[in-house]
């Protein structure tokens, strides 16, 4: 096969040839910045030597029948979404990664995916794309799809490099990249709380502080009120946090849990289910403080337990933004993606997502907010979804979403993105792209609600 060239850092810096599907699967948690599990993942090559560009993972869809179509949509997405940014691919390299349940079947599972890599081939291969190499990566041993010579791709697969042990990982490490472990591992840090009793404090805490802010969310007075307090609240909690004493990174979300109360996280998170708060929230995107409002926004998804794990988008999307803000691309996907999974119709995660994965410079949307902050006005009409809307249009980055279009099937509310869709069961998830997808199933928008009992706003 042919070599493929990778930068592991500032272009021109550094680059390595890979040379095989040995050196290919091991340098796919380099490409993504984490550990991709139940995932297909396809790569962009560009010119003779076949370098490396964008990049798309999506969870791998379960049911059989969903593959056809979700390989139409990933190829095209992949392939107009590379022509906007570096031009058409002349190739691409996928990748499925998928452990069996019982962790002793990888031979089981490249069987079971074969019809789909090969759906995968075929829709890539309508749009005059070929696709070079297609791994399958289970159990810890890779097998390709495309090699028919059982000398150097045998039934039985060929087992993955030791980490750390080959030419990658050691340029890698040398230009300063590291795997931040398992998508499984990152998601964890921002799923809901698990403990019973934790559950139960905290839906309870949401209970009875949504029934005491619904009345005065109805009131616009009132609401604004309510938006000074949240973010006083917020800003306290994040100094909390601050003044902690830092704990090693295995015990730091636990540490952070045990610092805010359920009634304090309740009070934030149905707090920034108002647009403008959580627009203003935004703010905190730099400097010491964003650390802190990050671990805050993490936090504060861990409490969204069910029966409000809707009401996770808007601090899900926070943690996104700040991530994104920071220089931290796949923990921005990854929050971002999740953020879609609890509202797949949340726009300014839409937004973000879209913007974060096809290179908009996230300098354009921090001048805002600090213009923003700096009058003390909040950003009012001119929210975050329109500054990426705005900076688009200028032609900063060529971003799907130019103009706000109305979804198929009716709705079309100001504001409402096209949908890009959340992680699992075939939808997008953290990469360079996402694909669109029908909307089905749609649940009536102008009735929100606010914990369980009421409306809220959300966008």
């Given at each position: 096969?042919?070599?493929?060239?990778?930068?592991?850092?500032?272009?021109?810096?550094?680059?390595?040839?890979?040379?095989?599907?040995?050196?290919?699967?091991?340098?796919?948690?380099?490409?993504?910045?984490?550990?991709?599990?139940?995932?297909?993942?396809?790569?962009?090559?560009?010119?003779?030597?076949?370098?490396?560009?964008?990049r798309?993972?999506?969870?791998i869809?379960?049911?059989?029948?969903?593959?056809?179509?979700?390989?139409?949509?990933?190829?095209?997405?992949?392939?107009?979404?590379?022509?906007?940014?570096e031009?058409?691919?002349?190739?691409?390299?996928?990748?499925?990664?998928?452990?069996?349940?019982?962790?002793?079947?990888?031979?089981?599972?490249?069987?079971?995916?074969?019809?789909?890599?090969?759906?995968l081939?075929?829709?890539?291969?309508?749009?005059?794309?070929?696709?070079?190499?297609?791994?399958?990566?289970?159990d810890?041993?890779?097998?390709?799809?495309?090699?028919?010579?059982?000398?150097?791709?045998?039934?039985?697969?060929?087992?993955?490099?030791?980490?750390?042990?080959?030419v990658?990982?050691?340029?890698?490490?040398?230009?300063?990249?590291?795997?931040?472990?398992?998508?499984?591992?990152?998601?964890?840090?921002?799923?809901?709380?698990?403990?019973?009793?934790?559950?139960?404090?905290?839906?309870?805490?949401?209970?009875?502080?949504?029934?005491?802010?619904?009345?005065?969310?109805?009131d616009?007075?009132?609401?604004?009120?309510?938006?000074?307090?949240?973010?006083?609240?917020?800003?306290?909690?994040?100094?909390?946090?601050?003044?902690?004493?830092?704990?090693?990174?295995?015990?730091?979300?636990?540490?952070?849990?045990?610092?805010?109360?359920?009634?304090?996280?309740a009070?934030?998170?149905?707090?920034?289910?108002?647009?403008?708060?959580?627009?203003?929230?935004?703010?905190?995107?730099?400097?010491?403080?964003?650390?802190?409002?990050?671990?805050?926004?993490?936090?504060?998804?861990r409490?969204?337990?069910?029966?409000?794990?809707?009401?996770?988008?808007?601090?899900?999307?926070?943690?996104?933004?700040?991530s994104?803000?920071?220089?931290?691309?796949?923990?921005?996907?990854?929050?971002?993606?999740?953020?879609?999974?609890?509202?797949?119709?949340?726009?300014?995660?839409?937004?973000?997502?879209?913007?974060?994965?096809?290179?908009?410079?996230?300098?354009?949307?921090?001048?805002?907010?600090?213009?923003?902050?700096?009058?003390?006005?909040?950003?009012?009409?001119?929210?975050?979804?329109?500054?990426?809307?705005?900076?688009?249009?200028?032609?900063?980055?060529?971003?799907?979403v130019?103009?706000?279009?109305?979804?198929?099937?009716?709705?079309?509310?100001?504001?409402?993105?096209?949908?890009?869709?959340?992680?699992?069961?075939?939808k997008?998830?953290?990469?360079?792209?996402?694909?669109?997808?029908?909307?089905?199933?749609?649940?009536?928008?102008?009735?929100?609600?606010?914990?369980?009992?009421g409306?809220?706003?959300?966008?």
């Amino acid at each position: 096969m042919n070599k493929h060239h990778e930068s592991t850092g500032p272009a021109g810096e550094q680059q390595i040839t890979l040379r095989g599907p040995a050196e290919l699967a091991d340098a796919l948690p380099y490409l993504m910045g984490f550990y991709p599990n139940d995932s297909v993942v396809m790569v962009a090559l560009h010119g003779g030597q076949g370098r490396f560009g964008g990049r798309l993972r999506l969870g791998i869809p379960q049911a059989p029948g969903e593959w056809g179509p979700v390989a139409d949509q990933l190829a095209e997405c992949l392939v107009s979404g590379s022509e906007r940014r570096e031009g058409r691919p002349d190739a691409i390299v996928l990748f499925l990664c998928q452990d069996s349940p019982d962790g002793a079947g990888g031979r089981q599972t490249m069987e079971r995916l074969k019809p789909f890599a090969q759906r995968l081939r075929t829709a890539c291969g309508a749009l005059d794309v070929p696709v070079l190499e297609a791994l399958c990566i289970s159990d810890g041993r890779y097998w390709s799809y495309c090699c028919p010579d059982p000398r150097c791709c045998p039934d039985q697969g060929n087992p993955l490099a030791m980490p750390g042990t080959t030419v990658m990982a050691a340029a890698a490490t040398y230009a300063g990249v590291h795997v931040r472990g398992t998508l499984r591992d990152m998601e964890g840090r921002l799923q809901p709380l698990r403990t019973p009793a934790a559950v139960r404090a905290q839906e309870k805490a949401l209970d009875r502080v949504g029934t005491a802010l619904l009345p005065r969310l109805l009131d616009e007075r009132a609401r604004r009120d309510v938006a000074g307090e949240t973010l006083r609240l917020a800003r306290r909690l994040m100094d909390r946090i601050e003044e902690a004493q830092p704990a090693p990174p295995a015990l730091s979300d636990a540490g952070d849990d045990q610092l805010i109360g359920s009634d304090e996280a309740a009070a934030v998170i149905l707090g920034l289910q108002d647009r403008e708060t959580r627009d203003r929230a935004a703010a905190w995107m730099e400097g010491p403080e964003a650390q802190a409002a990050l671990r805050l926004w993490r936090t504060l998804a861990r409490r969204c337990v069910a029966p409000y794990g809707e009401h996770a988008a808007a601090p899900l999307t926070l943690a996104g933004w700040v991530s994104w803000s920071t220089g931290d691309e796949p923990g921005a996907r990854v929050a971002l993606a999740l953020a879609l999974r609890a509202d797949p119709d949340y726009t300014f995660a839409q937004l973000l997502h879209r913007a974060c994965n096809e290179g908009l410079d996230p300098e354009a949307l921090r001048r805002c907010l600090r213009e923003a902050a700096a009058e003390d006005t909040g950003v009012g009409a001119e929210a975050p979804e329109a500054v990426v809307e705005t900076v688009a249009d200028r032609g900063a980055v060529p971003l799907h979403v130019r103009k706000v279009r109305p979804l198929p099937g009716g709705g079309g509310r100001r504001g409402r993105a096209p949908r890009s869709p959340g992680t699992d069961r075939g939808k997008a998830s953290p990469g360079s792209t996402s694909p669109r997808t029908p909307v089905t199933g749609r649940r009536t928008r102008d009735a929100r609600r606010y914990g369980r009992r009421g409306s809220r706003t959300r966008r």
